[in-house]
């Protein structure tokens, strides 16, 4: 089980932004979603998640609504504001390129 | 957003909750459909999901304001902690009020009489002076003569201006009843020089102090509001004082303190041009020029020399001796040391206050040692748990902060109406914004310093140790102990220096009260009766008045003898003369030399039981037309007459020496004895006059409506003031020392009680600590004997400890009471030894209790504990 700060400094909110970015999610779904989608490599302290989505709240990147999921339950659902569109493309282009450099580091010689 | 979160954060957290239990319920609804029984399902789904607790704390971190959300619960729980042992609440709060209520009580006063500044322009440029005089009836501050002050105003260049006042007094009969107002006497300049300016018309001007001039005077504001309720109409008004019209030209200001003598009215001194150098009635205040420091007007003041009249017996060209002193010196006097002192001794107690606190919290945190470390094990963060015993630290310091400002407030009460009216600007003493922040200034800085010693110990404590000690009883560790008796041995030293300051100052005090003033003070009623106004302008009329009165008092029962005087001991005393003895020629550049020139009926001897060394008394013989005669005290007779007898000389202008008598103590009980010259009253005149009169009766106050019946017969209009015993002169006398004396002493006596309490406390908490040690020993074959001696031994150590470092205190600080004392030297043995005995044997018998119930422990059930 990895503590956030064993992510990248900054890396779970990307990958919060990213997650939320084509419709809204609930903080379960996200959790459930980052470890989908990076092949169970990612795991992520589910707990740990929900500072992180009440951080990216009070800076407006997110914005959240009480809503009735498919079961019938009530559910908090995030989703990204303009801020938090644009700030996710500032980030993902960093991310890239970031990685991209690490990549050309570790696979030459 | 961010003020929603702080005012709507129960609704704010609830949400969180939900939220929480959502994600909760959905991974579980998961891991059943995966085949888990219920319960397997969310256990593991909690594990998943990690510690909901912090991440609620922390989600509500991102929120803001949780500093203030920590405040309130920090707050909360300490509150409550607090109402769940109400004893140990009790007692801290208790002690810190008691510590805190007598500093907020001396502070408040040190506001008023040291820290608001004098109601002068620039008090730091007025200064007092005085004329000094090695063989001169009052010494350092023997009063200025005219021509001194004529003199000094023509030659001197250190100061801008120069005034001169004298105390009087004024029979005002314009109310409904005959009055002696306090007055005083002051030349054209003298508010000019203080920088004083009136609160409705005007102040004196020079002109209005010269000879003939018309008669003004000023009203205080106390008088103006007391006897003419504050209407502004008075000004222009004439009132009759004394027999002569004087116009109220202006009102002075509030709180205008010039000393502790309050004074009604004040009046033009109108100087005529003097014929002789004496005599010496005047006091003088002068404003240094600017950039002139009293250091260097002192030099030039020493380079001064007499040129005005120089009279029979003075040469021309003798060298002043002045003195002169800042003003608020003489305004404060050593009201300023008693004070600093008086804060110092209210600190100490504090201190111990905050000692024996800090010992509470530090047995308290001992029990509390299995909290913290659960605490800590559950997550919270060392500056968490520092951040919640200071809060409870503080909590405790202000609530005793609270109960000390109440205190205070009593205790001002208390202290205004013992402290001696002589004790000068007490009517600005009061609980004002400077001394509630000084409280709550002293209450926190309290509180961090009590809570500090415990908080270094909780923390420091390591986990493992924690969990490992808290399971059974064990003793102290060796770094607990030591904080234990590091902080007795302080309170103890503390108390020492308390102590012995208060028993040098009690020792002082009843050296005084013990002083011989040359009389013997029982049984003599005394009154003043001033005989001023028309009916008393010519000598001739004193000359008729006085017999009669004396003769009127004496044929009243149970009067043994009767007195008429122009002084009274131990403090009364207004005239002081330059004389010179006839066939003896004045001695250039010497100072004259200069006695108390006291005036008395013939039986003022005989009154007072002042013994005859040598010659006669006065007698009914010395009359106005017979020859003149004066009698000298033995200081006179031994300073000037040295080698032979001064019966049969003559003093120039006063008659011939017919007896000696015994010294008498007029310039106070401290004073030492000052040369003085006694002349009969029917050869000299004095219009101030005090009766006294000596009776049979235990109570000479039963005498008072009798005598006050033949003043009146004789003149209805006397006023007759300042009525009461001498015995009360006197106490009136040593009120001052009194009152700092027995505000020491309870101070001392209250740091006494606490560090016994705080020694016991210690000691008892180390006996029960060491119960399980303790019966081990006596298991292995101890003998009661031994295991007293083991307790008992702890105590001493630190009796011993505490005593010597107090000692060593003292011996540093106690020379800062040196001007305190009268007649005992700031390190007298015989009080560092008593204190230390006292200090000891108390110290040992607060040990002793506990050391007894250590011998009793019974093995067995000691063991069982384990």
Known sequence: MGKPSDLVQGTLDLLILKTISLEPKHGWAIAKRIQQISNEVLQVQQGSLYPALHRLEQRAWIKAKWAETETGRQAKFYSLTATGRAQLEKEAANWSRLSGAINLVVEST | MRLQALFHRDRFTQKLSDEIRFHLDEQMEENIAAGMSPDEA????????????????ETRATWGWTWLEEITQDLRYGLRLLRKSPGFTLVAVLTLGLGIGANTAIFSVVNAVLLKSLPFKDPEQLVMVWNRAAAAAGGDRTPLAAADLLDWRAQNRSFADIAAFQWGSFNYAGGDFPEQLQAANVTGNFFSVLGVQAQLGRTF????????????????????????????????RTLNLGGEAYTVIGILPAGLDFTAKEVSLWTTLQLKPPTRRGPYFLTGVARLK???????????????????PSGEHILSGQQFNFNALPVSEFILGDVRLA???????????LLIAAVNVANLMLVRSAARVKEMSLRTALGASRSRIIRQLLTESTLLAVTGGALGTLLAVAGVRVLLKIAPDTNPRLGQVGIDGRVLGWTALVSVVTGLLFGLAPKWQTTRLSLEEALKESGRATTESAGKRRWHSLLVVTELSLAVMLLISAGLLTKSFWRLQRVDSGVSTERILTMQIPLRGPRYEKAQQLDSFYPHLLERIQTLPSVRAVAVSNSLPPDSNEYSDNFSIEGRPAVPN???PIAYMILVSADFFRAFGIPLRAGRFFTAADAANSPPVAIVSETTARQFFPNDDPLGKRITG???????????????????????????LTQAHTWDAFLSVRTDTADPMSLITAVRDEIKSLDPELPVSQVGTLESRFATAVAQPRFRTTLIASFAALALVLAVVGTYGVISYSVTQRTHEIGIRMALGAPRKSVLKLVLGEGTALAIGGV???LAGSFALTGLLRSLLFNVSATDWPTFAGTTLVLTGTALLACYFP???????????????E
Do not use: C
């Not at chain 2, 001007?205 to 000023?218: I, K, S």
């Not at chain 2, 950039?291 to 005005?308: G, H, I, N, P, Q």
């Open chain 2, 42 to 57: 969310r256990h593991a789904a909690e594990r998943l999901f990690g510690n909901s607790t912090l991440v609620k704390e």
């Open chain 2, 205 to 236: 001007l020079p002109e209005d102090d010269r000879p003939g001039a018309q008669h003004v005077a000023l009203l205080s504001d106390g008088f103006w509001r007391r006897r003419f309720a504050g209407d502004t109409q008075v000004l222009g």
């Open chain 2, 290 to 308: 600017k950039d002139v420091s009293l250091e260097r007007a002192r030099v030039e003041m020493s380079t001064l020399k007499t040129s005005y």
């Open chain 2, 339 to 349: 004070l600093l002192v008086l804060m110092a001794a209210a600190t100490l107690v």
């Open chain 2, 590 to 592: 010497q100072p004259p």
């Open chain 2, 654 to 680: 006063k008659g011939e020496i017919v007896g000696v008598v015994g010294d008498v103590k007029y310039s106070g009980l401290a004073d030492s004895m000052q040369p003085a010259i006694y002349e009969p």
């Open chain 2, 804 to 806: 010597l470092i107090g």
């Open chain 2, 851 to 865: 050391a007894r119930r250590a011998t009793r422990v019974d093995p067995m059930q000691a063991l069982r504990h």
